[in-house]
């Protein structure tokens, strides 16, 4: 089975500064599409990034980029000159045809931005 | 833009009673699902529906079932809530395909007493 592990369960940065969060994730399917979900304190789950499995550039989103490593089973997220309104719930997930098209999630990494 | 709707952002229930959580989407998705939000666990999928009247069972279904009569409308019982099912539940539709984005609502925080 797919799972998905976040070993941070929280992390800090100062803002305007840069931080990484990592993922990983494990599976035996060669096509399949990852994800950064942000999740703010108003709990709404706002898409962050997608990158899909067959393409070897890295997904990037104004502040926000990922670092996939296919082989490795890694997927991290950047988050370039942190703002407060980055401050969130941040979850990794993992989706394929073959699992009916179902999110799987990580734990999530709680990201606090300090001024 | 896509609305994933909720019903009830807050409820409060006392043990052994049914409860209903609906959810509602209005952009005509094939695919809704049902997660549980507890800290440290992050999202559980509890089941999912891929058509009218078809339903999944997802990694935690036990004390849940669901009901699909209409395409837009997915719906989370709990037959006989328990004190374990105090908790946040995210209602989600997409499109078949996976490289569709997952669209959420806000929310609903139960609290079983």
């Known amino acids: 089975a797919q799972t998905v592990t976040q070993s941070q369960p929280e992390m800090s940065v100062q803002e305007a500064e840069t931080v990484t969060l990592s993922c990983t994730y494990d599976t035996s399917e060669s096509d399949y599409y990852l994800f950064w979900y942000k999740q703010p304190p108003s709990r709404q789950m706002i898409l962050v990034i997608r990158q899909e499995a067959y393409k070897q550039q890295n997904a990037t989103e104004n502040r926000f980029s990922v670092n996939f490593q296919k082989a490795a089973k890694s997927f991290s997220l950047k988050i370039s000159d942190s703002q407060l309104g980055d401050a969130a719930m941040y979850f990794c997930a993992y989706r394929s045809e073959n699992q009916g098209g179902k999110l799987i999630f990580g734990q999530g990494t709680e990201l606090s931005v300090k001024p | 833009d896509v609305k994933v709707t909720q019903s009830s952002r807050y409820l409060v229930k006392r043990t052994g009673e049914k409860v209903f959580l609906e959810c509602v989407q209005d952009?005509?998705?094939?695919?809704m699902f049902w997660y549980r939000q507890d800290p440290g666990l992050g999202l559980r999928l509890i089941y999912f529906s891929y058509d009218v009247k078809m339903k999944e069972k997802g990694d935690i279904p036990e004390g849940y079932s669901v009901s699909r009569e209409k395409k837009e409308r997915f719906s989370l019982i709990l037959e006989s809530a328990s004190t374990n099912q105090t908790s946040m539940y995210l209602c989600?539709?997409?499109?078949?395909?996976?490289?569709?984005?997952?669209?959420f609502g806000e929310g609903s925080w139960l609290t079983v007493v």
């Open positions: 952009m005509d998705h094939e695919n």
């Open positions: 989600a539709s997409s499109f078949r395909q996976a490289v569709n984005t997952i669209y």
